[in-house]
């Protein structure tokens, strides 16, 4: 962080960059999960990857959906100003993706729990669509962010600030993301199983993914060029090595798939969409809503402030190990239907 | 302009009380969920721990189906209560912008206590085939304490709108400084907080148990239907004297830091010592209509003594009174009765119990049992009505005006409307898998996988 020194508020920016990755990372490869489903073929074509979706999801779903909260509560709690001109601008994004929450997780939920084909059916089909449809209103939103649409203000116009390229793009970015993570945890998944036929199954898909998901990036690079964007300097010269990282990652689990090797897969998918979302803080720092709010302007008093690293500190005690716990223990399907 | 300004405090206007509909009815269907969220796993807990302790099947059983039957309701918990965070800032944007930094501190503690709860909760409800018996049941309690942390959390940034402190304001009205300890332990906590923990406790309490009412009224009179009625409605009946004492301190420190709510809720036009309490009725100007009147008592239980001076709405500035004032009204006794019937209910199993070691015979009190659960519900949601109808006009009490917080966003009478049909659906479908699971345990279902029996197939 060379020149300047890093100030409480950088320091709840970062946090909040941290939640926005655990995120991405984990509650992404769940709604990418959702994407496979969706796209699986008929209740009979379809049902052994269901199933292996449904296992691998069933134990962590609920507690990857926290890190959307945290988000939510750092950003209100820390940045206030920059919570409500977001709310009052994208609400419509916004809205849509709470109701694809509701009705992913109620889908998901209900299709465990009762027996009728029909209504199976209509619950997956809930979960599934809005697993695609969340994650793309999230992605505008976040595009929309990166764009400098949001007035300081907020009351920024309901749709033009979304339905432009660099939005939809980045919310097509999510879906593919989310879908590239799920299919490549689920490679390792069946491995696990030593159930070759889904292990291959997924394999095909999370190539298929990472593509769509590369190609997605780098069309994003070029809009933002395009569009003369704030961001677009400080990506290609603050951001660059985390961008060559990504590449690279990106292309060190292509190499992987095709070779059939199995080794470091999940680090480098991981890597690849970390490595993206920081990429993406660093090209718009110092600016939380890029170029009308830093994250210094809309920064609460100093002793909220402190509330939210104390905060931070203790849910990285007490809640990171709980969930390597749970990890661990659905990993080792000590916890499972 | 006349006309165009008309026509946008008129838009104001619709969209505050679309807003305000909008955060009631999410609000509402949330909170039933919440109180299972933070009371349900003490209960299964209870049977888990009889189960163990006395190596009763039953017992056990009860508290795997429970454990399942939780698996969905927080589900739906966690997704209708995610709704709202959204809520905060897409209905109350001005709000949110102001205060945030001071309001939000309870939440960002509440967000660890979730982030624990759903952790271990999951581990709880998926650990019953391969964790084995003090092991698992150890692995649920930290659900029965963030519970009670999450709720603390929530019901304390309630309690800061209604008697905010621990911020100080520049000119503009921005918060320039905050004392977090202030906003988490404001005046309001210590009577909001624990009235809200054992509401969660009656409803989800009777609520259980009102389901196991239904089944023996129908015939099941089983071993498994009576530990079902019996663990859930001991603990609400231990709760409910408790709450009757906690709701009673709660009425009389509102009538002291919230005389508009309080001379809204028991109707009372003129301040002065004396005060009529009135049982039920119409609100109106000129006093209450067709109510029960008991001379004095009002004052006597605002300070013990008939000559206590309370407040009456002529001395709340017109603008600062609260709306509805019939609703608030009957909202509060429909309350207060509610809870003292449980009462009743606790204090006539306590007695049977007592002289015969079991529970009464009539059908009447399973009858009395089948509707408690609803019942706490209703109490539960008047409950609210008072605390957040009568704090109207204002969002943060004497700060900041509900009409100042709500967003200028269009179209909030067609998010309502959509609203209403999702969670209308939403609940519709927990019904009807609630329902689904309880017929498949009739049948038996689950009766061949004992819980810590030896390992049955890997099929779940």
Same mark, same amino acid.
């Given at each position: ?337 | ?40 796993? /003490? !209960?299964? @807990? &209870?049977?888990?721990?009889? %189960?163990? #302790? *006395?190596?009763?099947?039953? $017992? ?57 709860? /759903? !952790?271990? @909760? &999951?581990?709880?409800?998926? %650990?019953? #085939? *391969?964790?084995?018996?003090? $092991? ?60 809200? @923990? ?263």
């Amino acid at each position: 962080m060379g020149r300047r020194a890093m100030s409480k508020a950088d320091a709840c920016a970062a946090i909040l960059w941290t939640g926005a990755t655990l995120y991405a990372v984990f509650g992404g490869a769940d709604f990418g999960g959702g994407l496979w489903d969706l796209i699986a073929g008929g209740a009979e074509k379809g049902e052994r990857p269901r199933a292996r979706i449904q296992r691998s999801l069933t134990p962590v779903w609920e507690a990857n959906h926290v890190w959307l909260i945290f988000i939510l509560v750092v950003l209100w709690t820390a940045f206030p100003e920059a919570f409500g001109a977001l709310m009052s601008t994208l609400y419509v994004p916004l809205a849509l993706a709470a109701v694809g929450i509701v009705l992913r997780g109620a889908g998901f939920a209900f299709r465990k729990s009762i027996e009728s084909l029909p209504a199976r059916r209509a619950m997956g089909a809930a979960f599934a669509i809005s697993s695609v449809l969340t994650p793309f209103f999230m992605g505008a939103v976040v595009g929309a962010v990166a764009d400098g649409s949001v007035p300081a203000e907020g009351n920024g116009d309901a749709f033009s600030t979304w339905l432009a390229p660099l939005p939809l793009l980045t919310g097509a970015l999510f879906v593919a993301t989310g879908a590239y993570l799920a299919a490549v945890f689920l490679v390792v998944d069946s491995r696990r199983d030593a159930d070759e036929e889904m292990e291959g199954y997924f394999a095909r898909r999370a190539i298929a993914a990472g593509l769509a998901a590369g190609a997605l990036a780098l069309a994003g690079i070029f809009v933002l060029h395009a569009d003369a964007n704030y961001a677009y300097d400080r990506l290609l010269d603050e951001g660059l090595p985390l961008v060559v990282l990504s590449a690279l990652c990106g292309l060190g689990i292509l190499v992987q798939l095709l070779r059939g090797a199995r080794r470091g897969l999940r680090p480098l998918a991981i890597g690849a969409v970390v490595a993206v979302i920081w990429g993406w803080g660093v090209a718009q720092f110092p600016y939380l809503l890029p170029t009308s709010l830093t994250i210094g302007e809309s920064a609460a008093p100093g002793p909220t402030l402190d509330s939210v690293l104390i905060v931070f500190g203790i849910a990285a005690i007490v809640v990171l190990p709980s969930l390597g716990l749970l990890y661990w223990l659905s990993q080792k399907e000590l916890v499972g239907e | 302009m006349p006309p165009l300004d008309a026509l946008l405090l008129a838009a104001s206007e619709s969209n505050l009380l679309a807003a305000r509909e909008l955060m009631a009815f999410t609000l509402g269907f949330h909170i039933v969920l919440a109180c299972l969220g933070v009371a349900f796993p /003490a !209960i299964i @807990l &209870t049977a888990h721990w009889l %189960g163990l #302790k *006395r190596g009763d099947e039953d $017992a056990l059983r009860l508290a795997q189906r429970w454990s399942k039957a939780m698996a969905v309701t927080f589900a739906v918990g966690a997704v209708s209560g995610t709704v709202l965070s959204f809520e905060f800032g897409l209905l109350w944007p001005r709000f949110m912008e102001r205060f945030g930094d001071a309001f939000g501190i309870a939440f960002a503690i509440e967000g660890i206590f979730f982030f624990v709860e /759903a !952790i271990f @909760l &999951t581990i709880y409800i998926y %650990g019953w #085939k *391969r964790l084995r018996g003090w $092991a698992h049941f150890w692995s649920g309690v930290p659900m029965v304490i963030t519970g009670i942390g999450g709720a603390f959390s929530v019901v304390t940034a309630n309690a800061w709108m209604n008697q905010p402190q621990g911020f100080t304001l520049d000119a503009a009205g921005k918060v320039v400084e905050t004392q977090p300890l202030e906003v988490l332990f404001n005046p309001a906590w210590h009577y909001e907080v624990p009235h809200m @923990l054992l509401a969660a406790y009656m409803v989800a309490g009777f609520l259980v148990a009102s389901v196991y009412a239904v089944g023996m009224l129908r015939g099941r009179r089983d071993r498994m239907h009576r530990l079902g009625l019996l663990i859930p409605l001991t603990i609400a009946c231990i709760v409910t004297p408790v709450q009757i004492f906690v709701g009673d301190t709660a009425a009389r420190e509102i009538a002291d830091h919230q005389p508009a709510k309080f001379a809204a809720m028991e109707c009372i036009q003129e301040t002065g010592p004396n005060q009529t309490e009135y049982i039920g009725g119409i609100c109106t100007d000129d006093g209450v209509k067709g109510a029960i009147p008991i001379p004095g008592l009002d004052s006597l239980l605002v300070g013990f003594s008939t000559d206590t001076v309370v407040t009456g709405l002529n001395d709340i500035p017109p603008d600062e009174r609260p709306p509805a004032n019939t609703l608030l009204h009957l909202s509060f006794d429909t309350m207060v009765g509610i809870g003292t019937a449980l009462l009743g209910l606790g204090a006539w199993l306590a007695f049977v119990w007592w002289r015969r070691r079991d529970i009464p015979q009539t059908p009447w009190f399973l009858r009395a049992v089948a509707v408690s659960g609803a019942a706490a519900v209703v109490a539960l949601w008047c409950g609210w009505i008072v605390t957040e109808v009568g704090r109207q006009p204002w969002i943060v009490q004497g700060h900041m005006r509900t009409e100042e917080a709500v967003t200028e966003a269009g179209g909030i009478w067609f998010a309502f409307a959509g609203i209403v049909l999702l969670y209308t659906a939403l609940g519709a479908g927990l019904v009807l898998v609630l329902r689904a699971m309880s017929r498949r345990w009739r049948e038996g279902e689950d009766v061949a996988e004992t819980p810590y029996g030896p390992k049955s197939d890997e099929q779940g």
